[in-house]
């Protein structure tokens, strides 16, 4: 008798250890690895300049441990990425804006997978002398009513107005945010966040706006209405100019394609990448906002 009481405790302590290395193993999964996946294939995904060094970093760590799978991501532009995933030709659009506010997409067909929130900032060459403008003053610089930074308070040094190139998710936020529907001035454009990074480092007087992602000692954010550009400030709309950073499928995202958004939205991605690299995390939003620019608190 005691001898059977013996076995049958030694295989109830055996069913108990496999459990809890169960239990153990899920909790590694949940904390962040990218889960090896049993599928293959290649994955393209195209568009925002924005959303794009967030993707491709964690593209190459969700390769790791999915040799199977081959992503390549490409920039052009959101109203490219939105173009091309609906056609067909890719299996991932990154947007800086919704499906729904651009002409020709039609937004029933894909399906919105958001990963991020991007701020966005008016930065200014160095040499400008301005470190705060009104929310009214920068309509003004960008309608080409503001001329000269001496207006301003800054240099007298004559303004150049870099913008982004049509079908920017970047441009439509910022012009959302700030034009309100005005007309901007006419100047040169630029089809990447990289590019114009560059362009007013080395411009005395330029303006222009960037992803926070994308912000460096090389230029100069500006605070609106004494407002700073910050995480913080966004997450409560406090700063005005953001947006979501969408990844958008054809329908429901499958096999490799489904197992790499699944990973965007992973501890790895959300809690330490994401804030790395200049990001908001989706779920450190206390405001949303809908396709039609409503912000409301969650």
Not at 16 to 41: P, Q
Not at 114 to 138: E, F, H, I, R, W
């Amino acid at each position: 008798m005691k001898k059977r009481n013996l076995i049958s405790t030694l295989v109830m302590l055996g069913a108990v250890g496999t459990v809890l290395a169960g239990c153990g193993s899920n909790n590694a999964s949940s904390n962040g690895s990218s889960d090896a996946s049993d599928h293959s294939g290649k994955i393209t995904a195209v568009g925002s300049t924005a959303l794009q060094p967030l993707v491709e970093k964690a593209a190459g760590n969700f390769q790791k441990d999915n040799k199977k799978i081959d992503i390549t991501v490409q920039g052009g532009g959101s109203g490219q990425g939105l173009s091309q995933v609906q056609d067909g030709a890719v299996a991932i659009g990154n947007s800086d804006i919704f499906a729904e506010s651009k002409d020709g997409v039609d937004a029933k067909k894909l399906v919105d997978h958001k990963v991020a929130v991007v701020g966005m900032a008016p930065v200014v060459n160095k040499d400008a002398g301005v470190d705060n403008v009104t929310m009214s003053q920068l309509k003004d610089i960008f309608t080409g009513k503001i001329t000269n930074w001496k207006e301003l308070g800054g240099k007298d040094e004559k303004i150049t107005v870099v913008n982004r190139a049509q079908g920017s998710g970047t441009r439509a936020t910022f012009e959302d945010a700030v034009l309100k529907g005005a007309t901007a001035v006419k100047s040169q454009e630029q089809d990447s966040n990289g590019t114009v990074q560059k362009i007013v480092s080395s411009t005395p007087g330029a303006i222009s706006y960037l992803a926070f992602s994308y912000l460096n000692d090389q230029v100069k954010p500006l605070s609106i209405d004494k407002v700073k550009p910050t995480d913080a400030n966004v997450e409560t709309n406090k700063w005005k100019i953001w947006s979501y950073e969408h990844m958008y499928t054809n329908g429901k995202a499958k096999n490799a394609t489904a197992d790499f958004i699944k990973y965007m939205d992973s501890e790895s991605v959300q809690k330490d990448l994401v804030k790395k690299m200049g990001y908001i995390s989706i779920h450190n939003m206390k405001v949303e906002k809908d396709s039609k620019g409503a912000v409301t608190d969650k």
